[in-house]
């Protein structure tokens, strides 16, 4: 199974720009590069924070664009979402017996269990499970085929990053998060978004993958109080394949438009400036 993570699309409203970027361009080229690139997968992920103030109009902007995509989307629900005017633009997403946009999907590959952290009782942004939600999680947990991996997608980190601000935001309750695995199953890999970083590492010995955003981004500081740095530094998206029991994750920036070159071009090794490099390759 092959399949595409992208997070922190924070649309707004078409024609409007965010921290001076537009998400709806930004998204329309991931969205041409991965319909070029990717023919084989069997979906695309984005994994929250769909809209930046949860407007209608952000939410049709968004559809505007995933509507182009070739693949299947799964859609879910991070801290800047609003549940009303998700679901008025999209009601065929998911949507379990209590609301929340999550869902296990079983394939012959894996189990993709999709997590709603949203908590919209919150003015800090921070996350939330609730009692439904960790039931819903304990479930897919037990139920899932052991032949298999599992693969959990949630918008908030239920740990500490090292970013202060975002430290604070991160899922409120992840102790009670940690209990439910501890007692039923641990996934193979966690998925997750909201940092507007690339991180990668282990929680508690289960493997995670942090998806860099789509728009602006966090800066790498361990040292701001107070508020959240930015950054323009260029998105990415992430191709995935599972295989074998397998999980490969590739970072694929889709803004480059550098020369491309061999590396074994003896011409291409010679050159002593990215100007003479592009000359050299045309």
Known sequence: MKFVILTDTHFVPAGRKLYGLDPAARLAIAVDTINATHRDIAFVIVTGDLAHWGEQGAYESLAAQLGRLDAPVILMLGNHDKRDAFRAVFPQADRDDHGFVQKMRVTDAATIVTMDTLNEDTPDHAGILCGARLKFLENALTSAPTDRPLLLFQHHPPFDSGLRYMDTIKLANGEDEWKVIARTRKPDYLFMGHLHRPIAGTWRGIPFHIQRALTHQVAFDFEAQG??????????????????????IHHCSFLYDGPNFSLHDAEAQAAQSLEELSRRTD
């Open 227 to 248: 508020h959240i740095p930015g950054t323009h530094e260029a998105p990415d998206y992430s191709f995935v394949s599972v295989a074998d029991g397998n999980v490969v």
